[in-house]
Structure formats: C-alpha cells, structure tokens
C-alpha cells in the first residue's frame, strides 16, 4: 500500500489556496490579467504578446498545475534520480507513471517509445537526461494542437458549449462569460439546456453576478427554440459574443446527440460561418472514456476545441496528451479552481514545463 | 480504443497453443500482459491492476488452465471471477436501521451527480413504504436548492431548505423537522467538492458529527479515471464511508473505477444510476460489472450456465478420485453430462467471442453425435464394467456395442480414449501437487 502512503503525503500538500467564499470576491476583485491578454493577441504584434502571456500564463499555471505536477514530474524526478542506468525497468516505470496520469496506454507506450529512441540516437545514457527529451515529446504533442479562442472577427461570434452531465458547462460558461466583459465585449448567454432542473436557474444566476444578458424560456422548452431566440437576440442587440449552454448529455445517446447536431445546424442557418467555436467541456478526472466523448461530441457537432475542466483536484490531466494525439483536437482552455477568473488559456509550453518544474520555483 | 474485449484477445494467444499440449510461462505471460491493458484500458487504477494480475497469474498457472481445452476461456473466468470477488461478490443493499430518523448523507466531487441520484434514492425508499426527507445542504453551486426543490416536486417527496445557511446547522434543523413531521429517512444533498479542500472537507466532519449518519454514501462518476482511488481513499479516510454510488453507467464507459474504488477503500458499492429518469437507479451486481469492464458480450451468459451447472461439491469429489486414481466410466460419463447440462455444445462454443470462425475447425474435436456415441457405450455396460474397465473382454464388447447400436471398434476406441485420459488426469494431479496446489476443482477434464 506504499503508493496510498503517497496519495496521501501529497494530499498534504496540496490545500488549496482559495476558499469558496473566494467565488463573489475573486469576482469584486477581477485581475486585469485575461484582459490584457487577450487585447495584446488581437494586435497582430506576435511577439510582444507571446511575451506578456507567458508571463502570465506561466505562473499561474504552475499554481493551478502544482498537484498535477506534484504526481507527475515528481515521480518522474524521483525515478530519474532513483535510476542509474536506462534499462527495462526505468522505461516500464516511466510508462506507469504516464498510465497513471490517464495518458491511457497506447500514447504511454508511443511517448515511451519515441523517448526511448530519442535517447538512443542522441547517446543519452543518463536518466536526468531523459527528462527534457520528455518534457519536448509531450510539448511537441500538445504543441501541434494548440489554438486560441477564434471569436474576435465575428460578430456576433457563436460559441456552442456541449458535454456529458456533470462535466462542468454552466460554470465554465459563466467563466467564459466573465472573461469576455472584463474585455468589454457585449455577451450574451443562452439558456439551452431546458432538461435538467434549475439549470436555468443556475445561468441566471451567473448572468446576474457576472452583469451579462441572457435568453430563456420555460424549463422543458424546445432548446432548438432557444438557440433560435439567441441568434436573432444577438443579431439585434448587436451581441458580439454569444455562449450557449446546452444539457448535458452522454455520447451514446442517439436521440439526445441528434437533438444537438439539430442545434448546429440552426445555428449554421442562422447566422453563416457559425458556429465560429464549439466547446467541448471535459472533466479532468474522467479517464478513457474521455477519448470517445471528444469523438462522438465530434463527428456529431464538429468540435473546435476543447475546455477541460477541474484540474484543480488531483485528476492528472493526462487525458488531454491521449486526446491531442488520436484526435488532433486543440484543447483550448482549462479549468483551474472554483473563482471566475480560473478558467486559463492552454499553452503547451506552459504545461509541458510547469509539469517538469521542481517544487521550490513555486512561488517566485 | 482498439480493444475489443478481453477474451476475443485471449483467444487469439491462446490459438497459437492448441496442438502444443502444454501451456508455458511465457503464454501465461503474454495472456497476463493482455489483462493488464484491458484493465488499464476500462481505467482500473494500475496499483489495483498489479495486484488482481498477480492473483490471476497464481491462479492461471494452476491446474484449472491446464486442464481445459479452451484455455483462454478459463482465464478469462479467473479474471472476472477475481474481479466478481474483488468487488464484494453478491449485491449489497441499504443499511436500513430501525431508529427514525436514519440518516444517509451523499458526498462526492462536482458534477458526480449528487442532486439527481439523491433524488433517485428517495423515489425507491418511498417504494419500500418509507417516509424520506430531502435536506439541501448545498449552499454554494447556484440553483443547487432550487435543483433539489424541482425534483422533490416531481417524486412528491418533502424537501427541507433553509436558504444559504450554515450546512451544518441545515442537517441539525432538517432532524428537528423530519422528527415534527415524521419523516423516517433523511437525505442529505451536500455541495460537490474537492477531497483536497481541507475547509469543505471539515464542513463535512461537522455535518457528520453534528447528525451521525447510518450511511454516508460516496457519489462517483463512472467515467472516473485513475484519480478514483485518490478521491475514495480520502473521502473514506476522512469520513468513513458506508457505500458508493456508481453514476452515469448509462453511458459507454468501462467502469474500471468501480474496481479501484472497492480496492482502496473496501466499501461496498450499493447502486448505480442507470439514466436521466428518477426510477433509474439499480442495484449493483459485481459480477456484470466485472463483465462490462471486461468487455464481454455472452461470455456473462456462459459464465452464468458454468456455474448454475458445475456442482461444486460434485467437483471436489472427482477431483478427489482423480487424485486417488478412482476415475471410472461412471464419472466420466457424469461429467459428460454435466457439460451437456449447459446446452448444446455448438451454442455453448457461439457465446465465447471470437470462436464463432473458429467453429468448423472444432467441429471434429466437439462432435455432439459422437457424445452421445459415448454415452449410450457407457450406459450400455454394467456397473460393474463401469467401475472397472478391465474385466470388459471381447464377449462384453460385443454385447456393449450391440446395446449402443455401436461397432466393437467404437467400443474399443472409448475405452482407449478413457485410459488416456486417465493417464493425463495423473500425470497433471502429480504435477500440481508438486506445486502444493490442492483443492482446485478439474473443471474440464476430457
């Protein structure tokens, strides 16, 4: 039971820095951080904005990473330093380690591999060695995936939010929501998902803290109805993001899932070239099933990107490496605590290195 | 995703075998290599796989395995019945006390589905004539009251709020109120959180100090991956759990979560929730989990006819005649039937994946005419040519295979086929014995 001893040094660890109560504070006391952020991408000077992002992004995703690096990169640290030479046992552990962190087994066993022989064609010997050659194979996996928020040309930019129950749309949405006023933009929220009790309820109640506007109707209504309100909505308020939340559903339901290729496809009459994103919201803790998630979601509402969510917890994240490799699906943002400011671009860089940073940079 | 069910794999090794006669320990190791990843794969925690894999292997290179013709098939029922007695073997049901009111408080992480699946539980205790009461005590996700409220209407079933209060002074007030309006159960609806979040967690110590439930129920999505240990192992630590709730297995997830949960933390799981609707919350059977997360189709139904047919008791005494060089034709025949009891052969063959193609090429090794050849060869001797073959001259043949409606040469090739197989059934008894591995019933031995 050595590896329970583990969970629970790490349990230790890992308090969290914020509080519920944080939920309305962090909401009084916006940092101007995604703001800023976003209006430097929108000027075309790359550079400059790669710059100040990272910044940013860096350090806050090593805070909001630190347990998913703390059953990572410290394992792999302490199996580096543990080994001496590069046999059968340390490629079998590196591997666990990765199965471990929801990798699932063929990306463990490729990422494994190209790192094996990566390190035969350079000569590496050492196992400290090895942890850069693995900190580039899962940059280089993310990397080619990685994307940004597609809104800014469009007005008004549709974005439509889907995902199994429970994943975390309604809070990611309002996340969304927050992010886009702090840039000034005129939001609107459409309450689509007419199924689950007071799931109207709960989006109207993040439009009244957020100070956005939203469109509803009864609960049990036709959600196809509410999308069509929405469009029309925003095409006359001149709305320039519109975000619609719709109910949660599981892939292998037909019906539901044709109800909601029905909602795309009111959409794409609406208003051309939209839907101009479609989220799929995925929580971090869910394991493999998460690969079929993004590719039912996919096939059937044509998936842009992904928010994945709750990586505040212990849930590793690795979910995402499986899901950039065999479906080439950006993960586009995630989900880093309970405030309203926690919802976080995802940056390869940032999360291949801050998997690999050792703890004591933690707090500079 | 490229896994297609464990046994269509296992079968595959195990082809390569057939004609070899002997299994080695370098097939038992690939075989065990294939159950590694298909636990890995259905997200069982790989602490947990490590272990299960070890105890199938002990067991796999035991006698059962050589013993049977199908060997894959063999370990495959090792595997799920380990997995079926890693996860409590029978169903476990509510703990229903006898004091009122008795209280279930649901824990869980965001988003498992608390809400709903507390909403469930109440629908199927009032089926039992029992008098719940829905306590909202998730004070912090916007509408959670409101969430609880709508379904209690839609049930019928009283729902106790008191606005954002204190959870802990809601849970103690909602006793006050179940006692006044004699409401026999409570069940508390407390807010998703983080097992890592030491001040909600204490919340909920609190909770728990202030009402001292009879359950305190843990809520996990199915869909969990190799988090799942860590989560039930902290809830579990910090309060002490009764049960778990499985949700969302209405979806096209393994479960291997529910494997890693009742390791770590050894509670039983009492339901799962099944859909959307408020009736769709059953009752757990660790067997058809194991034969989910295993990916088995019909193997269930097979595994199912093996053991409603193989009298364990029966077994053990053949293994103990076997041991004692007791086998007579009496026995083999008995056996025989036991086997036929499942069904016809051809059927019993159909239900193990990926046999289907592989059935012409044994139909000269299952020939059911040639079974019941047997038989009426066996049932046309005397007992006491039964119990000892050797006294059955060439006048007794005769007469045996004229009873039959069979040749002499029929006769003459069963008896062989006896001898040898007595010889097989000696040689494997003095193998295993060297390995000290007694009081494993032969299962298959023709």
């Known amino acids: 039971m050595a590896l329970f001893d583990k969970f629970k040094n790490k349990k230790k660890d890992n308090v969290p820095e914020e509080s519920n109560e944080l939920l309305v504070k962090d909401y009084e006391e916006s940092t101007p951080y995604e703001a800023t952020q976003i209006k430097d991408e929108s000027e075309s000077d790359e550079?400059?904005?790669?710059?100040?992002?990272?910044?940013?992004?860096?350090?806050?995703?090593?805070?909001?990473?630190?347990?998913?690096r703390h059953n990572i990169s410290n394992k792999i640290d302490t199996l580096v330093k543990s080994s001496r030479k590069l046999d059968d046992d340390f490629w079998d552990e590196l591997e666990e380690i990765l199965i471990e962190a929801d990798v699932g087994v063929p990306t463990s066993l490729e990422l494994v591999k190209n790192v094996k022989t990566a390190a035969k064609k350079n000569k590496i010997n050492e196992p400290e060695q090895v942890t850069a050659l693995i900190r580039d194979e899962i940059k280089t996996l993310l990397e080619t995936n990685e994307n940004r928020l597609l809104i800014n040309e469009y007005q008004p930019s549709v974005i439509l939010v889907v995902g199994v129950n429970g994943a975390?749309?309604?809070?990611?949405?309002?996340?969304?929501?927050?992010?886009?006023?702090?840039?000034?933009?005129?939001?609107?929220?459409?309450?689509?998902?007419?199924?689950?009790?007071?799931?109207?309820?709960?989006?109207?109640?993040?439009?009244?803290?957020?100070?956005?506007?939203?469109?509803?109707?009864?609960?049990?209504?036709?959600?196809?109805?509410?999308?069509?309100?929405?469009?029309?909505?925003?095409?006359?308020?001149?709305?320039?993001?519109?975000?619609?939340?719709t109910a949660g559903r599981l892939q292998n339901k037909t019906n539901l899932m044709k109800e909601i290729g029905k909602l795309r496809k009111i959409i794409e009459r609406e208003i051309p070239g939209a839907p101009h994103e479609v989220l799929l919201v995925l929580d971090a803790t869910?394991?493999?099933?998460?690969?079929?998630?993004?590719?039912?979601?996919?096939?059937?509402?044509?998936?842009?990107?992904?928010?994945?969510?709750?990586?505040?917890?212990?849930?590793?994240?690795?979910?995402?490496?499986?899901?950039?490799?065999?479906?080439?699906?950006?993960?586009?943002?995630?989900?880093?605590?309970?405030?309203?400011?926690?919802?976080?671009?995802?940056?390869?860089?940032?999360?291949?290195?801050?998997?690999?940073?050792?703890?004591?940079?933690?707090?500079? | 995703m490229a896994f297609e069910g464990l046994s269509d794999r296992l079968q595959d090794i195990f082809k390569k075998l057939r004609g070899k006669g002997k299994i080695t320990e370098d097939d038992v190791n690939a075989a065990?290599?294939?159950?590694?990843?298909?636990?890995?794969?259905?997200?069982?925690?790989?602490?947990?796989?490590?272990?299960?894999?070890?105890?199938?292997?002990?067991?796999?290179?035991?006698?059962?395995?050589?013993?049977?013709?199908?060997?894959?098939q063999q370990i495959v029922k090792i595997v799920h019945d380990e997995m079926t007695a890693l996860m409590g073997g029978t169903e476990s049901k509510l703990v229903l006390s006898s004091h009122t009111p008795m209280v279930i408080m649901t824990v869980g992480l965001q988003g498992a589905g608390k809400t709903t699946t507390v909403a469930k539980l109440a629908k199927s205790l009032v089926k039992q004539g029992r008098r719940p009461l829905l306590v909202a005590a998730d004070i912090y996700r916007p509408?959670?009251?409101?969430?609880?409220?709508?379904?209690?209407?839609?049930?019928?079933?009283?729902?106790?709020?008191?606005?954002?209060?204190?959870?802990?002074?809601?849970?103690?007030?909602?006793?006050?109120?179940?006692?006044?309006?004699?409401?026999?159960?409570?069940?508390?609806?407390?807010?998703?959180?983080?097992?890592?979040?030491?001040?909600?967690?204490?919340?909920?110590?609190q909770i728990q100090a202030q009402v001292k439930p009879d359950e305190i129920l843990l809520i996990v999505d199915a869909m969990t991956g190799q988090d799942a240990v860590n989560v039930a192992e902290s809830f579990n630590e910090q309060l002490g759990l009764t049960g778990v709730i499985l949700t969302k297995l209405d979806g096209d997830t393994r479960g291997g979560a529910a494997l890693s949960v009742k390791a770590v933390t050894g509670c039983p799981i009492k339901f799962i929730g099944m859909g959307e609707k408020l009736d769709a919350l059953e009752v757990f059977y660790p067997d058809r989990m194991a034969s989910r997360i295993l990916g088995m189709g019909d193997i269930l139904s097979l595994v199912e006819k093996a053991q409603a047919n193989f009298d364990e008791k029966k077994a053990r005494e053949m293994e103990r005649k076997i041991r004692q060089q007791e086998f007579t034709l009496e026995d083999f025949m008995q056996q025989m039937q036991q086997v036929r009891s499942m069904g016809p052969l051809q059927d019993l063959l159909s239900m193990i994946p990926g046999m289907d193609k592989q059935l012409k090429g044994m139909q000269g090794e299952f020939d059911e005419k040639e079974v019941y050849k047997i038989e009426a060869i066996i049932q046309s001797m005397t007992p006491a040519e039964r119990r000892d073959p050797g006294i059955i001259n060439g006048?007794?043949?005769?007469?045996?295979?004229?009873?039959?409606?069979?040749?002499?040469?029929?006769?003459?090739?069963?008896l062989k086929q006896f001898e040898e197989s007595k010889k097989m059934m000696k040689q494997l008894t003095d193998m295993t014995g060297k390995k000290g591995k007694k009081g494993m019933p032969m299962r298959f031995p023709f």
Do not use: C
């Open chain 2, 32 to 72: 065990m290599r294939e159950i590694r990843l298909a636990l890995l794969e259905a997200d069982v925690n790989f602490k947990v796989v490590k272990d299960l894999v070890a105890r199938i292997k002990e067991r796999a290179v035991g006698q059962e395995v050589l013993a049977s013709l199908t060997p894959g």
């Open chain 1, 168 to 245: 975390g749309k309604t809070t990611s949405i309002a996340k969304l929501a927050y992010r886009f006023k702090n840039e000034n933009k005129k939001v609107l929220l459409a309450a689509a998902d007419t199924f689950r009790a007071a799931a109207i309820d709960q989006l109207q109640i993040w439009a009244d803290r957020i100070g956005v506007d939203i469109i509803k109707l009864q609960e049990g209504a036709d959600p196809g109805a509410v999308v069509y309100d929405a469009l029309n909505a925003a095409r006359a308020r001149k709305t320039e993001v519109l975000i619609i939340d």
């Open chain 1, 286 to 364: 869910t394991g493999q099933n998460a690969i079929s998630q993004a590719k039912i979601f996919e096939e059937v509402t044509g998936v842009s990107g992904i928010i994945l969510t709750k990586l505040d917890g212990t849930a590793k994240g690795g979910i995402v490496l499986a899901i950039a490799k065999e479906l080439e699906i950006p993960v586009k943002l995630v989900g880093i605590g309970e405030g309203l400011e926690d919802l976080r671009d995802f940056s390869a860089e940032a999360f291949a290195a801050a998997l690999f940073t050792s703890e004591n940079n933690d707090e500079d």
């Open chain 2, 395 to 414: 006048s007794r043949k005769k007469r045996i295979a004229r009873g039959s409606g069979t040749k002499v040469q029929e006769v003459n090739r069963l």
């Open chain 1, 47 to 68: 550079l400059k904005s790669e710059a100040k992002s990272k910044d940013g992004i860096f350090d806050k995703f090593k805070r909001g990473l630190s347990k998913t």
């Open chain 2, 143 to 205: 509408a959670a009251i409101k969430q609880l409220q709508v379904l209690g209407e839609q049930i019928n079933i009283p729902v106790f709020t008191m606005g954002q209060s204190n959870p802990v002074d809601i849970a103690r007030k909602s006793m006050d109120y179940a006692r006044a309006n004699n409401r026999d159960i409570v069940i508390l609806d407390t807010a998703g959180r983080l097992h890592v979040n030491e001040e909600l967690m204490n919340e909920l110590k």
